[in-house]
């Protein structure tokens, strides 16, 4: 009687394409700037939590610098596209509640990359600073806040002073709420369009977001 091989104990593990591959060190890579920025990493760490050598990880990004300047300009364009994609309303404060949904949507739910962003890009991500990720998404706001001006009479030119201003304070906000996460979302973008829409002198006692009103009505 022959004698009946065993059947074998695991399946051979799937190798990874190069896409793959790329893809995985990219989300490693998040994870570690994330929690340590990036002088707190390196490639040593990137490459066993990968289960790879350190010629892998030079072999796609050259190092620990290019990893970094993917994840950064990822980052950076996806918080950009949600703020972008927001200014549809068809009013001003309808914008600013949007806008500040956007960066708040972004902060609680790419938390990791807010993290990397709001540390300030060191200078290998090659995409410039917080400041200049703020600065950007201003300029996107600032024609809204210039067309508001004209309507009421203000000076136009002063639209990207306050632009900046409105979006810097909705980001610091962010890295704040990022730590202590309540309250809720639209609680805190409703105080944040009382203060910028109200001013201090004429702050509402129990503010809403007059976008989520409407929505709810329509339901």
Same mark, same amino acid.
């Given at each position: +009687?022959?004698?009946?091989?065993?059947?074998?104990? %695991?399946?051979?593990?799937?190798? +990874?394409?190069?896409?793959?591959?790329?893809?995985? =060190?990219?989300?490693?890579? %998040?994870?570690?700037?994330?929690?340590?920025?990036?002088?707190?990493?390196?490639?040593?760490?990137?490459?066993?939590?990968?289960?790879?050598?350190?010629?892998?990880? !030079? *072999?796609?990004?050259?190092?620990? &610098?290019?990893? !970094?300047?993917?994840?950064?300009?990822? &980052? +950076?364009?996806?918080? =950009?596209?949600?703020?972008?994609?927001?200014?549809?309303?068809? /009013?001003?404060?309808?914008?600013?509640?949007?806008?500040? +949904? $956007?960066?708040?949507? !972004?902060?609680? *739910? /790419?938390?990791?990359?807010?993290?990397? =962003?709001?540390?300030?890009?060191?200078?290998?991500?090659?995409?410039?600073?917080?400041?200049?990720?703020? @600065?950007?998404?201003?300029?996107?706001? *600032? /024609?809204?806040?210039?067309?508001?001006?004209? #309507? %009421?009479?203000?000076?136009?030119?002063?639209?990207?002073? !306050?632009?900046? @201003?409105?979006?810097?304070?909705?980001?610091?906000?962010?890295?704040?709420?990022? &730590?202590?996460?309540?309250?809720?979302?639209?609680?805190?973008?409703?105080?944040?369009?009382?203060?910028?829409?109200?001013?201090?002198?004429?702050?509402?006692? %129990?503010?809403?977001?007059?976008?989520? $009103?409407?929505?709810?009505?329509? #339901?």
């Amino acid at each position: +009687m022959g004698a009946v091989s065993e059947p074998k104990s %695991r399946s051979r593990r799937k190798r +990874m394409t190069g896409r793959e591959r790329r893809e995985q =060190l990219l989300g490693i890579g %998040r994870e570690l700037f994330a929690e340590r920025g990036f002088d707190g990493t390196s490639i040593e760490e990137i490459a066993a939590r990968a289960g790879v050598s350190k010629p892998v990880v !030079y *072999e796609h990004f050259g190092g620990k &610098e290019g990893i !970094y300047a993917v994840v950064v300009d990822r &980052e +950076m364009q996806q918080l =950009l596209a949600m703020v972008g994609d927001s200014l549809t309303a068809d /009013h001003a404060r309808g914008k600013l509640e949007n806008a500040a +949904m $956007a960066l708040l949507e !972004y902060v609680e *739910e /790419h938390s990791q990359g807010f993290r990397i =962003l709001a540390r300030d890009s060191h200078a290998a991500s090659g995409t410039g600073s917080f400041a200049s990720l703020i @600065s950007d998404i201003a300029t996107q706001v *600032e /024609h809204i806040l210039a067309e508001e001006f004209l #309507e %009421r009479g203000y000076d136009p030119g002063l639209a990207p002073l !306050y632009a900046q @201003s409105l979006v810097g304070m909705v980001a610091l906000t962010g890295q704040w709420w990022l &730590e202590v996460r309540k309250p809720k979302r639209e609680v805190v973008a409703a105080h944040l369009v009382n203060l910028a829409w109200n001013g201090l002198s004429n702050l509402e006692g %129990r503010p809403r977001l007059d976008t989520v $009103a409407r929505m709810r009505r329509v #339901e």
